[in-house]
């Protein structure tokens, strides 16, 4: 399969990650890194325990996935194109690389999230 029939797919996903880390990035951080460690929302310990139920639901789960998965697929396309806009030529195979690790990612996540 050529690489160009795969640029609507690389630029549809870039495009998901985009979208989904502007709605919620910003809120996951606010609340894991500033809210909960200064206790706003409460124990930590406590929230954990009512958020893991929550977040073992399996649909919710793979929506949990998905937006980490479309995050890291963002991050990785976006560092690909500003090596290329800084004139540093990584090459095809550093960029399939970099996909690769963001679907590495996912698959670990999905394992540890079945398995773990």
């Known amino acids: 399969m050529s690489h160009k029939h795969l640029k609507p797919l690389y630029w549809g996903l870039f495009s998901v990650g985009g979208t989904t880390a502007a ?12 809210l909960l460690p200064l206790g706003v929302l409460g124990d930590p310990q406590t929230f954990y325990e009512n958020a893991h139920p929550w ?11 998905g937006l980490i998965f479309t995050f890291l697929w963002h991050g990785m396309h976006r560092f690909y194109y500003i090596l290329h806009d800084l004139h540093i030529h990584v090459g095809n195979k550093t960029r399939l690389t970099f996909y690769a690790i963001a679907i590495i990612a996912l698959l670990i996540t999905l394992g540890i999230g079945w398995f773990g």
Do not use: D, G, Y
Request: with cysteine; net charge neutral; glycine share 0%.
């Open 23 to 34: 709605l919620f990035l910003a809120p996951i951080v606010l609340v894991l890194c500033i």
């Open 55 to 65: 977040l073992s639901n399996w649909f919710i789960f793979l929506i949990a996935a």
